[in-house]
């Protein structure tokens, strides 16, 4: 089923993990994808994927000039803009709050947070002509807390306001805003974060225990979920931060 059949979406870190695979379900969709990622390889690897009806772009998200170029380039191929998915993000560092330096906090924040006002920036006026949709990928810890991991929560705490309250800005432009909310998915960055543990080893267990539903998911229960969120299925649906978690934020858990 074509549910983003001839929609223009622009989705940041397209190039790996949750990004790729939420890349790839759009384009299975009927979508037409403007990728953002970092580095020219990834980005060329993916257009080797989805092929040339797509537009692959190198961009910080972190820097305006790039941000703007990027959603420039995207009305010049495309004429239009439908929706921006801010999937983009960075979990380093993992270590309490008092340990965090100036750079380490100033860096998330940048990536995880500010990235969001430059896409909110250079895209809004063309989601407001197309009537469009914001995406976040945010994360659960962002509700419940994480331990050792202070300074990413409080960042996608942040996001989670912006849903709210991005969603109200922008509701009689007929622009939803919506967040999803994952545990833990198996993806470059989660396996930097259990190398940052002390027994990685143990990790990828407990990974498997968080979640009810019994598993540590790949990328593509995620990317169902937001091809959902963008679709006109979903269209009285806004402000919502969804957990797509297996379950990991219920409590009163028995592993006995
Ligand atoms: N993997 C998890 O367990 C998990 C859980 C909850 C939330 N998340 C969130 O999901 C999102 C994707 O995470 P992932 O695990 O797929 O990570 P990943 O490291 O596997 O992929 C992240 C992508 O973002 C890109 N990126 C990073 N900094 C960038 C920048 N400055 N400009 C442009 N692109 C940049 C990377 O190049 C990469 O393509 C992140 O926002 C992350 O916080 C991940």
Redesign the pocket.
């Known amino acids: 089923m074509e549910e983003l059949k001839d929609k223009v979406i622009l989705i940041?870190?397209?190039?790996?993990?949750?990004?790729?695979a939420c890349t790839q379900a759009y384009v299975a969709a009927g979508a037409c994808v403007v990728v953002?990622?970092?580095?020219n390889d990834?980005v060329a690897e993916t257009m080797n994927i989805i092929g040339d009806d797509h537009l692959g772009i190198c961009?910080?998200?972190?820097r305006d000039a790039d941000v703007r170029e990027s959603i420039e380039r995207t009305i010049t191929r495309f004429g239009r803009l439908d929706a921006i998915h801010n999937?983009?993000?960075?979990?380093s560092p993992s270590k309490p709050l008092h340990t965090t330096t100036d750079e380490e906090w100033d860096f998330l924040m940048?990536?995880?947070i500010k990235?969001i006002l430059l896409t909110a920036r250079h895209g809004v006026p063309h989601l407001k002509a197309s009537k469009g949709s914001i995406l976040h990928?945010?994360?659960?810890?962002g509700e419940i807390g994480q331990e050792n991991h202070a300074a990413?929560s409080a960042t996608?705490g942040a996001v989670n306001a912006l849903t709210k309250s991005m969603a109200l800005d922008y509701a009689l432009d007929g622009i939803r805003v919506n967040a999803v909310?994952?545990?833990?998915?198996?993806?470059?960055?989660?396996h930097?974060?259990a190398h940052e543990q002390p027994d990685a080893e143990k990790v990828f267990d407990f990974l498997k225990d968080i979640h009810v539903l019994g598993y540590c998911p790949a990328?593509d229960v995620?990317a169902d979920a937001c091809v959902f969120l963008l679709s006109d299925k979903a269209r009285f649906i806004t402000g919502v931060n969804l957990p797509v978690s297996g379950g990991a934020e219920l409590g009163y858990r028995r592993n006995f």
Not at 12 to 20: D, F, K, S, V, Y
Not at 59 to 62: A, K, S
Not at 181 to 190: E, G, I
């Open positions: 940041t870190g397209g190039t790996a993990g949750i990004g790729l953002i990622g970092l580095d990834s961009c910080d998200v972190t999937n983009a993000g960075i979990g940048s990536v995880n990235s990928t945010s994360s659960l810890v990413y996608k909310l994952p545990a833990a998915v198996m993806t470059p960055m989660l930097t974060w990328g995620i």
